[in-house]
């Protein structure tokens, strides 16, 4: 081995992870000296092991053991499914103009995805503060389903062990019987918020709907996309609708950047599709689409089959003459149990009570 | 009694794994000899089909360990993990009591004879003769999770009625998820975390050829090939390395011994499970053999 002392190398590396924004502690790192000693000849694997616990991690400490420790990193091919394919024409956000579709393995750096998280932050403070105090008395209320775990109850099914604990006050005869039945639990609420360009007058309002519709709420996710999808929930959950909102700004999405629903809806699906099943998936995006719009009518006909409601809130929508004609929003519509508007608080407290009756 | 197999070094661990047929890769095999020799939990993810709970299966065998199974679901909750009492035998026992037909005191329906053992229990009682697999933790909900830390954490049950078993020596313990949802942090940091990529062609051919061991050479090596061509037809549910050797045997049995495309066809449903993905699999696989 040559550089400096192991065990420097080792705080060296566990040090560039937390810089990179992969939570290490300091017990991970007393584990991993000892896993390093355990194993010399495998440094990379020794701290895989011990520092990175999720699969997302995987490819930050890659890059980061590169730096830091240079060669010995074996080569690893990644199975993590990226959608190389992009159909249809991405749109330079600025202009409006279709720009030349980017190879796809420079499409993280393309300058069509414009990264803008300046702007989120500081518009518009007034009214997003008056808006959040009347938002903060609404509650998304989600319906119920039934789960597996049982609670005491007044009929339903019997439960022996109670049974038999009474029985004993009678001499062994079961006279007063215990019952039991499912518990039931609020179904998880997926929020699938569109913030490209085109929507972005209202995707400040709708992050702070998401923010205070469910806050409070155990079981809840939040996305949002543009022409990729990033899960926001631990941004949003914050009790500061502004502090929320900041941190969610400062997601690595491209903000008010083009659109590809269809897209980050299969990502959604192939990512993360265990959250979707038996969930409320609320879609919130204008439908306008520059992909493929059949990617979009598959991806969304598989969610269709995985939750238990879809709900689609489109602004557009206001305008009493609208009719779903973008081609997106076409292929979307038949897999859509409720389709509404969502553009003021208004409609917005609309749906939340439609919500909670499905 | 057997004694406990232990491994000097991670190839050793390597090679016994593979007289098992399971061959593991150099980072699957290191984080499993680290979780061994640091007392750990070692935390399996990667797609479906990988070899997840297999791992556990045969680090088991390998190690003459007695392999104790828990497999998680939705609602799944401390009696169905850790005990139960016989409820319907204390009933009558008590009746037998009240009707003077057994002998012995009230305190006897709690006895051991009366408590149903459910995994957890069972392997803390057989401590370091045992490995202890929890299978897809994921689906469990976080009740369930935050208990299982603290049985993790100590390997000790109290039951109130007889008393605090505890675990001399903490049996080896595999934890296996599908990512439907993210683990917590605090069971995390406990353990030994490795994800099982798909294994690349050369391998996938080995692995064919060892659970599958009347396919041809050459016919192991065409389907490993195809399987990888399939990955990247971005299908649903992309095809693991459990269904790679169903398709193989599914072609062999068919007295076919190389992969042609109307076999590959008929066989197909070894490999794919999803109608969506059968057209697109159809068609990758249509142009991919045409060219040959």
Same mark, same amino acid.
């Given at each position: 081995m040559t550089g400096p002392a192991p065990e420097s190398r080792l705080v060296a590396l566990a040090a560039g992870l937390r810089a990179a924004g992969v939570p290490v502690g300091t017990g991970q790192v007393a584990l991993m000296a000892r896993a390093a000693a355990l194993a010399p000849g495998d440094l990379y694997w020794a701290g895989r092991a011990t520092l $990175?616990?999720?699969?997302?991690?995987i490819p930050v400490y890659d890059r980061v053991y590169r730096e830091l420790l240079?060669?010995?990193?074996p080569r690893v091919t990644r199975t993590?499914?990226?959608?190389?394919t992009i159909r249809g024409t991405p749109f330079d956000a600025v202009s409006g103009v279709p720009v030349d579709a980017p190879p796809p393995d420079a499409a993280l750096a393309s300058p069509t995805e414009v990264l803008r998280r300046t702007s989120f932050a500081r518009c518009g403070e007034d009214e997003l503060a008056r808006l959040a105090r009347l938002m903060a008395r609404m509650r998304l209320r989600a319906p119920e389903r039934r789960t597996r775990r049982r609670r005491p109850s007044r009929g339903g099914e019997p439960d022996l062990r109670r049974t038999l604990r009474r029985a004993f006050r009678t001499g062994g005869e079961p006279l007063d019987r215990a019952w039991r039945e499912r518990r039931r639990r609020r179904r998880r609420v997926v929020l699938v918020i569109d913030v490209s360009g085109s929507m972005s007058g209202f995707a400040r309002g709708l992050l702070l709907f998401a923010h205070a519709a469910l806050r409070g709420e155990p079981r809840w996710e939040a996305f949002v996309f543009g022409t990729r999808l990033t899960r926001v929930t631990r941004m949003l959950d914050h009790p500061s609708p502004d502090e929320a909102l900041r941190r969610a700004a400062s997601a690595e999405t491209d903000w008010e950047g083009g659109t590809r629903i269809g897209q980050s809806v299969r990502d959604l699906l192939d990512?993360?599709? =265990?959250?979707?099943?038996g969930s409320v998936v609320v879609v919130l995006s204008d =439908?306008?689409? $520059? =992909?493929?719009?059949e990617i979009l009518r598959h991806a969304m006909r598989r969610v269709h089959r995985l939750a238990h409601r879809v709900v689609w809130l489109n602004p557009l929508k206001e305008h009493p003459d609208y009719a779903p004609l973008a081609r997106g929003m076409a292929a979307a519509l038949p897999s859509v149990d409720v389709f509404a508007s969502g553009h003021d608080l208004h409609s917005l407290e609309m749906v939340a009570a439609a919500i909670a009756a499905l | 009694m057997v004694r406990r197999v232990e491994f000097a070094t991670p190839d050793a661990l390597e090679t016994a794994l593979a007289e098992r047929s399971y061959l593991a890769d150099r980072g699957l095999a290191v984080t499993a000899f680290l979780a061994l020799k640091l007392g750990r939990p070692l935390l399996l993810e990667g797609e479906?089909?990988?070899g997840k709970t297999e791992l556990a299966r045969t680090l088991a065998a390998a190690m003459g360990l007695r392999l104790i199974r828990l497999q998680c679901y939705e609602g799944i909750d401390a009696g169905q993990a850790l005990y139960e009492w016989d409820y319907a035998r204390q009933l009558l026992h008590a009746r037998a009591l009240q009707d003077g037909a057994a002998a012995g005191g009230a305190g006897e329906l709690y006895g051991p004879e009366f408590l149903v053992e459910r995994p957890l229990l069972a392997a803390v009682r057989a401590g370091d003769r045992a490995l202890l697999l929890i299978d897809e933790l994921d689906r469990s909900d976080d009740e369930f999770e935050a208990f299982l830390l603290e049985v993790l954490a100590d390997f000790q049950v109290t039951i109130p009625e007889i008393g605090t078993i505890a675990a001399e020596r903490p049996p080896v313990v595999v934890i296996t998820s599908n990512r439907t949802r993210e683990l917590h942090d605090a069971l995390k940091r406990r353990c030994l975390f490795h994800w099982i990529d798909y294994p690349d062609v050369a391998r996938e051919t080995e692995i064919v050829r060892l659970r599958a061991p009347g396919v041809s050479e050459a016919l192991a090596a065409s389907v490993a090939r195809a399987v990888a061509l399939l990955r990247d037809a971005d299908l649903i549910k992309p095809p693991g390395p459990a269904e790679s050797v169903d398709w193989a045997r599914a072609v062999d049995a068919l007295g076919f011994a190389s992969l042609e495309l109307e076999v590959a066809e008929a066989t197909l449903g070894a490999l794919v499970k999803n109608p969506d993905d059968v057209h697109a699999a159809r068609r990758a696989l249509a142009r991919d053999l045409a060219r040959e």
């Amino acid at each position: 081995m040559t550089g400096p002392a192991p065990e420097s190398r080792l705080v060296a590396l566990a040090a560039g992870l937390r810089a990179a924004g992969v939570p290490v502690g300091t017990g991970q790192v007393a584990l991993m000296a000892r896993a390093a000693a355990l194993a010399p000849g495998d440094l990379y694997w020794a701290g895989r092991a011990t520092l $990175v616990n999720r699969a997302d991690d995987i490819p930050v400490y890659d890059r980061v053991y590169r730096e830091l420790l240079g060669s010995g990193a074996p080569r690893v091919t990644r199975t993590r499914r990226e959608h190389a394919t992009i159909r249809g024409t991405p749109f330079d956000a600025v202009s409006g103009v279709p720009v030349d579709a980017p190879p796809p393995d420079a499409a993280l750096a393309s300058p069509t995805e414009v990264l803008r998280r300046t702007s989120f932050a500081r518009c518009g403070e007034d009214e997003l503060a008056r808006l959040a105090r009347l938002m903060a008395r609404m509650r998304l209320r989600a319906p119920e389903r039934r789960t597996r775990r049982r609670r005491p109850s007044r009929g339903g099914e019997p439960d022996l062990r109670r049974t038999l604990r009474r029985a004993f006050r009678t001499g062994g005869e079961p006279l007063d019987r215990a019952w039991r039945e499912r518990r039931r639990r609020r179904r998880r609420v997926v929020l699938v918020i569109d913030v490209s360009g085109s929507m972005s007058g209202f995707a400040r309002g709708l992050l702070l709907f998401a923010h205070a519709a469910l806050r409070g709420e155990p079981r809840w996710e939040a996305f949002v996309f543009g022409t990729r999808l990033t899960r926001v929930t631990r941004m949003l959950d914050h009790p500061s609708p502004d502090e929320a909102l900041r941190r969610a700004a400062s997601a690595e999405t491209d903000w008010e950047g083009g659109t590809r629903i269809g897209q980050s809806v299969r990502d959604l699906l192939d990512r993360h599709g =265990g959250l979707l099943r038996g969930s409320v998936v609320v879609v919130l995006s204008d =439908g306008l689409d $520059v =992909g493929d719009p059949e990617i979009l009518r598959h991806a969304m006909r598989r969610v269709h089959r995985l939750a238990h409601r879809v709900v689609w809130l489109n602004p557009l929508k206001e305008h009493p003459d609208y009719a779903p004609l973008a081609r997106g929003m076409a292929a979307a519509l038949p897999s859509v149990d409720v389709f509404a508007s969502g553009h003021d608080l208004h409609s917005l407290e609309m749906v939340a009570a439609a919500i909670a009756a499905l | 009694m057997v004694r406990r197999v232990e491994f000097a070094t991670p190839d050793a661990l390597e090679t016994a794994l593979a007289e098992r047929s399971y061959l593991a890769d150099r980072g699957l095999a290191v984080t499993a000899f680290l979780a061994l020799k640091l007392g750990r939990p070692l935390l399996l993810e990667g797609e479906p089909g990988v070899g997840k709970t297999e791992l556990a299966r045969t680090l088991a065998a390998a190690m003459g360990l007695r392999l104790i199974r828990l497999q998680c679901y939705e609602g799944i909750d401390a009696g169905q993990a850790l005990y139960e009492w016989d409820y319907a035998r204390q009933l009558l026992h008590a009746r037998a009591l009240q009707d003077g037909a057994a002998a012995g005191g009230a305190g006897e329906l709690y006895g051991p004879e009366f408590l149903v053992e459910r995994p957890l229990l069972a392997a803390v009682r057989a401590g370091d003769r045992a490995l202890l697999l929890i299978d897809e933790l994921d689906r469990s909900d976080d009740e369930f999770e935050a208990f299982l830390l603290e049985v993790l954490a100590d390997f000790q049950v109290t039951i109130p009625e007889i008393g605090t078993i505890a675990a001399e020596r903490p049996p080896v313990v595999v934890i296996t998820s599908n990512r439907t949802r993210e683990l917590h942090d605090a069971l995390k940091r406990r353990c030994l975390f490795h994800w099982i990529d798909y294994p690349d062609v050369a391998r996938e051919t080995e692995i064919v050829r060892l659970r599958a061991p009347g396919v041809s050479e050459a016919l192991a090596a065409s389907v490993a090939r195809a399987v990888a061509l399939l990955r990247d037809a971005d299908l649903i549910k992309p095809p693991g390395p459990a269904e790679s050797v169903d398709w193989a045997r599914a072609v062999d049995a068919l007295g076919f011994a190389s992969l042609e495309l109307e076999v590959a066809e008929a066989t197909l449903g070894a490999l794919v499970k999803n109608p969506d993905d059968v057209h697109a699999a159809r068609r990758a696989l249509a142009r991919d053999l045409a060219r040959e």
